[in-house]
């Protein structure tokens, strides 16, 4: 069996029941957007565009990208090649990016996944959500979007139900995306003066840790305080560790003509669908199960692998280089790791 042939049978698919299904995100004002696509290196080709959503459901038919992603900025002149100038990006949403390293407990190699880093880029996203942008932000839930981001990832984009907030911070240049980021990432945090949201954080890690917190609970002068501390460098380390917590990806903050997966599309190193997750459904989401397109669990390959591969963990089974059989999802998670393999039937 033509190896090549079968994948992109498995992501046509794919695409066909996400579309007929209307679960492929289509960007809004999409005529404004670029996008992109990928075989084999994760952007072959960018500055595409599409007049309509019609004309891009039938060219994801078509042509059954392996990555498939659009522009968070909107343009002028989305297919024009060159930088944001000759684009004329007049619009762009806010998305976080965070893509995680395998953890220490992994027994993997670096560019495998097993629950345990997926785990860890699920909490990150979870605090990211529930200790800035919730509280320091003033968002909702309703005001995020979120999706796993087909890897060791989730997206999170702020799209503020309050159109008036949407619109002010749509319009942010980049050194307002830079403050929003920095930020987050403790960047600017002055000891000397410490603002209420990271005071919070940072309390509640001391707490943790079994740090006295009652005078870092009153006075904005940490500096201060720490230095007379016997524990000063314990402390220190502890917002050392604090400061980075979250993996983000700066870039996705920061380019004016950054590219992201579709909502909803297939990851091309994993076959994982680029899931939409509602917060609600954050805690339990497994994206070994959850983001497994169903059709792909019901058709089976006998297989000979030809190279040592790391065990991979997907829907309920366990798949290792002795595997004979597997499902859809493994040929795609296997391929798309570049794993020497044949398809015998
Ligand atoms: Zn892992």
């Given amino acids: 069996m033509d190896k090549l042939n079968e994948i992109q049978n498995l992501y046509k698919e794919y695409y066909s029941y996400a579309i007929k299904n209307d679960l492929l995100e289509v960007p809004e004002g999409i005529e404004y957007r670029e996008f992109g696509y990928g075989y084999f ?51 762009r949403e806010i998305a976080f990016d965070i893509d995680v390293h395998k953890t220490n407990k ?33 968002l909702s839930k309703e005001d995020l979007q979120i999706a796993f981001s087909g890897n060791r990832g989730y997206h999170i984009y702020i799209k503020p139900k309050d159109e008036e907030i949407r619109n002010i911070i749509e319009h942010y240049e980049k050194p307002q995306r830079r403050f929003f980021i920095e930020y987050i990432l403790g960047k600017n945090l002055n000891l000397n003066k410490v603002g209420s949201g990271w005071r919070r954080r940072l309390v509640k890690e001391f707490k943790k840790k079994r740090i006295a ?98 065990k991979i963990n997907i829907g309920d089974e366990i798949y290792s280089t002795k595997s004979k059989e597997i499902p859809a999802s493994v040929l795609l998670f296997l391929f798309g790791h570049g794993v020497d393999f044949e398809i015998i039937g």
């Fill in 41 to 91: 290196k994760k952007v072959d080709n960018r500055n595409i565009s599409f007049k309509d959503e019609e004309e891009y459901k039938n060219w994801v038919l078509k042509n059954a990208p392996f990555h498939l992603y659009k522009s968070l900025s909107y343009m002028e002149f989305p297919d024009k090649s060159g930088g944001a100038n000759k684009k004329k990006v007049f619009r």
């Fill in 106 to 138: 992994c027994r993997h190699s670096d560019d495998w996944v097993c629950d345990k880093c997926l785990n860890a880029a699920k909490e990150q996203a979870i605090y990211l959500i529930e200790e800035f942008l919730m509280p320091d932000f003033g």
């Fill in 213 to 310: 917190t009652k005078q870092f609970e009153k006075e904005e002068n940490w500096k201060k305080i720490i230095e007379k501390r016997k524990n000063k460098d314990k402390i220190y380390s502890i917002i050392n560790e604090t400061l980075n917590k979250l993996e983000l990806d700066e870039k996705v903050m920061d380019d004016d003509i950054r590219l992201l997966r579709v909502i909803n599309s297939l990851h091309g190193y994993t076959g994982f669908i680029v899931k939409e997750i509602k917060y609600k459904e954050l805690d339990n989401f497994n994206p070994l199960k959850d983001a497994i397109f169903n059709g792909f669990n019901k058709k089976f390959y006998n297989v000979k692998i030809k190279q040592k591969v790391d």
